[in-house]
């Protein structure tokens, strides 16, 4: 059964850091594209970034909003993915989830999510 | 960015109903679109990609279908489980964007 368990979520101030955790399980991780997708509160979804898979060297993609202050990366070993989040905004404040590419240009799994807030 | 202009934002609708929702992207993205369901609190859940084909395990009334820019999503005999909000994605390229969604609720 494929699962998703994403972590790390928290209060944090504005223009500090969090790292989010996604640990991964019931598939062979580094075949698949991963991805952080947002939703703030009452808002609709915002894709975030993408690491693609081994075949494509795990390069990255990411939202304008984000580049410069994001950084996905995943650790195969340990199946799992990350987001460390810098200089974090009000705007940042949403629940962030983990999602899985089937490999169809399509999310097939969704992890529960994880709630930043960035407030004072 | 391609935009997906998803309508309605809302409806309301009883139990047997046929709905409808549609959303159109600002560009041709081929026919990579999917369509997900979203209950409060809970993830997205996969019901149509590829634009027309049914993801396994989703129930058969639930179709999704293409012409040209615009994408339906359709439910034919709404059930009681089927309250919820709806939104595409297009993953045809960056970045990848969503629809607003669509809150379907009990009349």
């Known amino acids: 059964e494929v699962q998703l368990v994403e972590s790390g979520g928290g209060l944090v101030q504005p223009g500090g850091s969090l790292r989010l955790s996604c640990e991964a399980s019931?598939?062979?991780?580094?075949?698949?594209?991963m991805d952080w997708v947002r939703q703030a509160p009452g808002k609709g979804l915002e894709w975030v970034a993408r690491?693609?898979?081994?075949?494509?060297?795990?390069?990255?993609e990411y939202a304008a909003s984000v580049k410069g202050r994001f950084t996905i990366s995943r650790d195969n070993s340990k199946n799992s993915l990350y987001l460390q989040m810098n200089s974090l905004k009000t705007e940042d404040t949403a629940v962030y989830y983990c999602?899985?590419?089937?490999?169809?240009?399509?999310?097939?799994?969704w992890g529960q999510g994880t709630l930043v807030t960035v407030s004072s | 960015a391609i935009q997906m202009t998803q309508s309605p934002s809302s409806l309301y609708a009883s139990v047997g109903d046929r709905v409808t929702i549609t959303c159109r992207a600002s560009?041709?993205?081929?026919?990579?679109l999917g369509w997900y369901q979203q209950k409060p609190g809970k993830a997205p859940k996969l019901l149509i990609y590829a634009a027309s084909s049914l993801q396994s395990g989703v129930p058969s009334r639930f179709s999704g279908s293409a012409s040209g820019t615009d994408f339906t999503l359709t439910i034919t005999s709404l059930q009681p489980e089927d309250f919820a909000t709806y939104f595409c994605?297009?993953?045809?390229?960056?970045?990848?964007?969503f629809g607003g969604g669509t809150k379907v609720e009990i009349k």
């Open positions: 999602t899985r590419d089937s490999g169809g240009d399509v999310y097939d799994y």
């Open positions: 019931g598939f062979t991780f580094s075949d698949h594209y």
């Open positions: 690491s693609r898979n081994k075949d494509n060297s795990y390069t990255t």
């Open positions: 994605l297009q993953d045809y390229n960056y970045p990848i964007t």
């Open positions: 560009q041709d993205i081929k026919n990579d």
